[in-house]
C-alpha cells in the first residue's frame, strides 16, 4: 500500500474527513488532489462535485501503483476515472 492510500485511509476513519481532505487540498501535490477527490467523492458527495468541477487540471503524469506494478499515468486520465466511478469500493477492500 502506498503512503498515499494509507493516509487517505487514516483520514477517512476521522469524523471530521471531509474538511480535513479540503483543508489539504491548498498544498496537494497532482496525485495528493487525486487521492483527495478520492476520498471525498466517498465521504462527503456535495463537496467532492464543488471541488472536482472547480479544480485546474493539471497535465502531469502521476505515478500510479496497481497491484505490484508501478507506472505513470496523465492526470486527466485518472481524474476521468475518478468521475467514472471506478475508484468507488476500492477503500471498501482491505488495504494489502
Known amino acids: 500500500m502506498s503512503a498515499g492510500e ?4 487514516a483520514v477517512l476513519e476521522r469524523p471530521d ?3 480535513q481532505l479540503q483543508a489539504a487540498l491548498a498544498h496537494a ?3 495528493g488532489e487525486l487521492y483527495i477527490l478520492v476520498g471525498l467523492r466517498r465521504c ?4 467532492y462535485e464543488k471541488i472536482s ?3 485546474s ?3 502531469d503524469n502521476v505515478e500510479v501503483a496497481r ?3 508501478v507506472s505513470r499515468e496523465p492526470f486527466p486520465q485518472l481524474l476521468s ?6 475508484f468507488d469500493d476500492y477503500l471498501s477492500r482491505p488495504p494489502r
Open 57 to 59: 487540471v493539471s497535465n
Open 17 to 19: 474527513a471531509s474538511q
Open 67 to 69: 497491484g505490484c506494478m
Open 81 to 86: 476515472q475518478i468521475q467514472d466511478g471506478r
Open 29 to 31: 501535490t497532482p496525485a
Open 44 to 47: 462527503d458527495r456535495a463537496a
Open 53 to 55: 468541477t472547480s479544480l
Open 6 to 9: 494509507r493516509n487517505l485511509r
